[in-house]
């Protein structure tokens, strides 16, 4: 079982940036792809990035890329995500995800475990 906590959402204006933080209870949290999703109200969730258990492997949406950052401190089993240059339309409640296996997956249903989320509001 994987119990995933997130924090450090907030109100901020377009092209600030925010740390997502997402904490976990565990003994085998470095066994877990990590990910962000996230959901704007009427709109379907969305993935935006995952992270293997190592941390040497990530993959981004478009609409992210060079703009988010995912890691990971297996030591303190806390994944992050850092938000830089952020948009209005990146306006959402983000959740992380843990899940076991040996390749990343962007399918929402592979995913186990969920945090409450936090959510990331940007103002133009």
């Known amino acids: 079982q994987v119990q995933l906590v997130e924090s450090g959402g907030g109100l901020v204006q377009a092209g600030g940036s925010l740390r997502l933080s997402c904490a976990a209870s565990?003994?085998?949290?470095?066994?877990?792809?990590m990910a962000w999703f996230r959901q704007a109200p009427g709109q379907e969730r969305e993935f935006v990035a995952t992270?293997?258990?190592?941390?040497?492997?990530?993959y981004y949406i478009d609409s992210v890329k060079g703009r988010f950052t995912i890691s990971r401190d297996n030591a303190k089993n806390t994944v992050y995500l850092q938000m830089n240059s952020l948009k209005p339309e990146d306006t959402a409640a983000y959740r992380c995800?843990?899940?076991?296996?040996?390749?990343?997956?962007?399918?929402?249903?592979?995913?186990?475990?969920w945090g409450q989320g936090t959510q990331v509001t940007v103002s133009s």
């Open positions: 992270i293997s258990g190592p941390g040497g492997a990530t």
């Open positions: 565990g003994r085998t949290f470095s066994s877990y792809f």
């Open positions: 995800a843990a899940a076991y296996g040996s390749s990343w997956t962007s399918d929402p249903r592979l995913y186990a475990y």
